[in-house]
């Protein structure tokens, strides 16, 4: 069955700390794996985009990391700010976009 | 380069009403694809339009149907409302791998 679980489900960290969140997929036969950032009540903004043969990509403050042969990947927040506080989804394809699976995303809240 | 739209950006309606949403794509993106996201939760695919017919859609009733116009706007039309139905409706539109999301369609049904 396929499958995209992310961890965790909500984190609250302090202003200017690093965190770092967690994603694991079974879908196959893989294509592409995104990491999108949704503030509340809006639709999701792209930040990463990777595919079968990269395992690290950077967007600013954000690195996304991806590990095939495990079906894992991570989003590092470097330098937490307030406007970093939102949903952020992890979305992985398969050869074609018909079967493409959403998480549920992991909700961060950054604090003061 | 315009983002994709979304149109309008609240919907308010009744219980039995039907509501119709409306997306234009990113100028020269074929595909759209329609998602609900409930309060708190995920988004779940809806549909899919790519070259004005539909590719496919996702596990829900067929009171949620739509349409893509030669242009590639798309409209996304929910009859019988229902109060589940309340959720934000977000179009993307997609170029090779990658989707671009629209701000999305607040819809409340009362």
């Known amino acids: 069955k396929n499958q995209v679980e992310q961890s965790p489900q909500s984190l609250i960290i302090l202003e200017g700390k690093n965190c770092t969140l967690q994603?694991?997929?079974?879908?196959?036969?893989?294509?592409?794996l995104r990491w999108y950032k949704q503030d509340t009540g809006r639709g999701p903004v792209s930040l990463t985009i990777?595919?079968?043969?990269?395992n690290t990509k950077s967007n600013g403050r954000y690195t996304a990391t991806l590990d095939a042969d495990t079906k894992q990947s991570s989003l590092h927040i470097t330098a937490s700010q307030l406007s970093d506080s939102a949903s952020y989804i992890c979305?992985?394809?398969?050869?074609?976009?018909?079967?493409?699976?959403f998480g549920a995303g992991t909700r961060l809240f950054v604090k003061a | 380069e315009a983002g994709v739209t979304q149109s309008p950006t609240h919907l308010i309606k009744t219980r039995g009403q039907q509501a119709t949403l409306r997306c234009s794509p990113i100028?020269?993106?074929?595909?759209v694809y329609w998602y609900q996201q409930a309060l708190g939760l995920g988004l779940q695919f809806l549909l899919w339009?790519?070259?004005?017919?539909?590719?496919n859609r996702g596990n829900f009733p067929p009171r949620f149907s739509g349409r893509q116009f030669p242009n590639y706007s798309s409209e996304l039309n929910v009859n019988a409302l229902e109060l589940e139905d309340s959720a934000l409706y977000l179009c993307a539109s997609s170029h090779y791998n990658e989707q671009f999301f629209g701000p999305g369609t607040r819809l409340t049904v009362l």
């Open positions: 990777m595919t079968f043969s990269e």
């Open positions: 979305v992985v394809s398969a050869t074609t976009l018909v079967k493409t699976i």
């Open positions: 994603c694991n997929y079974t879908v196959s036969p893989f294509s592409n």
């Open positions: 339009y790519d070259e004005g017919e539909e590719r």
């Open positions: 100028s020269g993106h074929t595909s």
